[in-house]
């Protein structure tokens, strides 16, 4: 084993990249927090039961590690399922909150593309289950990411409910439900086809399957998936998403949303609207959500509620795609000390920082000059008895 090799599935940010990713942070935050959101923070380890009870995740998924009691810990697998935890014991009401932090997915596939240590930043509004706080979800969505830099994007909105409702009709069992949704969610038409090649479901609630991975596009596909459906649950899915693009209409963001109910969500804990971001230049979503209304039941308090996260390095991603990427800012002074009393050096640098960037060169005057030149530093100071401001002509004066 290399012991300078990182394991697979984690990454260093580099100097630019933190940079960005700070400055987008920073942005995110700040949207979140002009919307009445409150910033939380949750412990790295939880219990592994508070990730699997009731089915919420697969302990497949989990970096698991025994106590000192012997009780079963996991590392941070998902914001949303701590955040329901905080909510049920120690909140009431509506309640909006936000978070920046990692999270953790044991993956086996060396050969994967997702990483196995991930920056999340996301909001959650818990306590409210009706049309206004889903569209409120949709536009602080909006504006968080064009804020962060981005214009090229469409948020892609879908409803369980549509495919619970044709599920439903026929009577798949929750092992089926799993398998075609993982399908779906692919947009795996040939896998649907064969995953009804053998059963006895009527030609009628196949085509309804069938046509769930090409429903995307504009509001229009409404009126093909509804012609496609004869149950309620369906139907009143549709019903949903039509108001949800008619108010994003009407507060002019129609633009940056679109239909997809092929978006069903391998999340089983997402219970009516889910939806997800998009970016060109970026092969994964950049931002997922969806309302989760019966997560908190599972703890032992009903609590409708509703959230999205965003994931910080497909930002950046999408963020260099769309020339949005900005070089980390370099140091505009750099000094050096010859020889010079530490109270005046100690002083000078003070009242230098408080409006530039300084960097310390440790050398003597050639030595100083040669780096502000190689760096493009525009100012050098030199502490020879007095603090000296030089140029690279070599004149200078007091500072």
């Known amino acids: 084993m290399?012991?300078?090799?990182?394991?697979?599935?984690?990454?260093?940010?580099?100097?630019?990249?933190?940079?960005?990713?700070?400055?987008?942070?920073?942005?995110?935050?700040?949207?979140?927090?002009?919307y009445g959101y409150k910033r939380v923070g949750m412990p790295t380890l939880e219990y592994?039961?508070?990730?699997?009870?009731?089915?919420?995740?697969?302990?497949?998924?989990?970096?698991?590690?025994?106590?000192?009691?012997?009780n079963l810990l996991a590392l941070r697998a998902d914001a949303t399922i701590q955040i329901c935890r905080m909510y049920v014991t120690n909140m009431s009401g509506v309640q909006r909150m936000y978070y920046s932090l990692d999270a953790f997915e044991y993956l086996r596939d060396s050969n994967s593309a997702r990483d196995r240590e991930f920056a999340q930043?996301?909001?959650?509004?818990?306590?409210?289950?009706?049309?206004?706080?889903?569209?409120?979800?949709?536009t602080m969505a909006i504006d968080s990411l064009r804020a962060a830099g981005l214009e090229n994007f469409k948020l892609e909105l879908g409803h369980v409910g549509y495919f619970e409702g044709l599920a439903e009709?026929?009577?798949?069992?929750?092992?089926?439900?799993?398998?075609?949704?993982?399908?779906?969610?692919?947009?795996?038409?040939?896998?649907?086809?064969?995953?009804?090649?053998d059963s006895d479901i009527s030609e009628e609630h196949k085509a309804g399957m069938l046509g769930l991975p090409s429903l995307f596009g504009n509001v229009g596909v409404l009126d093909k998936a509804e012609a496609l459906c004869g149950n309620g649950k369906s139907r009143e899915a549709i019903a949903r998403l039509r108001l949800l693009t008619e108010r994003m209409d009407k507060i002019g963001l129609g633009g940056y949303v679109?239909?997809?109910?092929?978006?069903?969500?391998?999340?089983?804990?997402?219970?009516?609207?889910?939806?997800?971001?998009?970016?060109?230049?970026?092969?994964s979503s950049i931002l997922d959500g969806?309302?989760?209304?019966?997560?908190?039941?599972?703890?032992?308090?009903?609590?409708?509620?509703?959230?999205?996260?965003?994931?910080?390095?497909?930002?950046?991603?999408?963020?260099?795609?769309?020339?949005?990427?900005?070089?980390?800012?370099?140091?505009?002074?750099?000094?050096?000390?010859?020889?010079?009393?530490?109270?005046?050096?100690r002083k000078t640098l003070v009242s230098l920082?408080?409006?530039?960037?300084?960097?310390?060169?440790?050398?003597?005057?050639?030595?100083?000059?040669?780096?502000?030149?190689?760096?493009?530093?525009?100012?050098?100071?030199?502490?020879?008895?007095?603090?000296?401001?030089?140029?690279?002509?070599?004149?200078g004066g007091a500072v």
């Open 258 to 283: 679109t239909i997809d109910l092929g978006l069903v969500s391998c999340n089983n804990y997402y219970t009516g609207l889910v939806f997800k971001g998009i970016c060109g230049g970026v092969g």
């Open 2 to 34: 290399n012991k300078v090799q990182l394991p697979f599935g984690m990454q260093d940010y580099l100097p630019d990249e933190c940079y960005n990713k700070e400055n987008a942070d920073s942005k995110l935050c700040g949207v979140f927090s002009s």
């Open 290 to 345: 969806g309302r989760y209304d019966k997560l908190c039941d599972r703890m032992g308090r009903p609590t409708p509620a509703i959230g999205f996260a965003i994931g910080v390095r497909r930002l950046l991603a999408a963020l260099k795609a769309s020339g949005r990427w900005v070089k980390a800012p370099k140091a505009d002074i750099a000094y050096a000390v010859i020889d010079c009393d530490d109270d005046i050096v």
């Open 169 to 197: 009709e026929f009577g798949l069992d929750p092992e089926c439900i799993a398998t075609l949704k993982a399908l779906i969610n692919k947009k795996d038409m040939i896998g649907v086809e064969l995953f009804f090649r």
């Open 48 to 70: 592994y039961d508070l990730f699997t009870a009731d089915g919420a995740m697969s302990g497949n998924k989990l970096f698991k590690l025994t106590d000192t009691d012997g």
């Open 353 to 395: 920082r408080k409006k530039n960037r300084v960097v310390r060169v440790f050398g003597d005057e050639k030595a100083l000059i040669a780096y502000c030149t190689e760096k493009g530093v525009s100012r050098a100071v030199i502490f020879d008895g007095d603090a000296v401001e030089l140029n690279l002509s070599g004149k």
């Open 121 to 138: 930043t996301g909001v959650e509004l818990l306590g409210d289950s009706g049309i206004e706080g889903e569209v409120e979800m949709l």
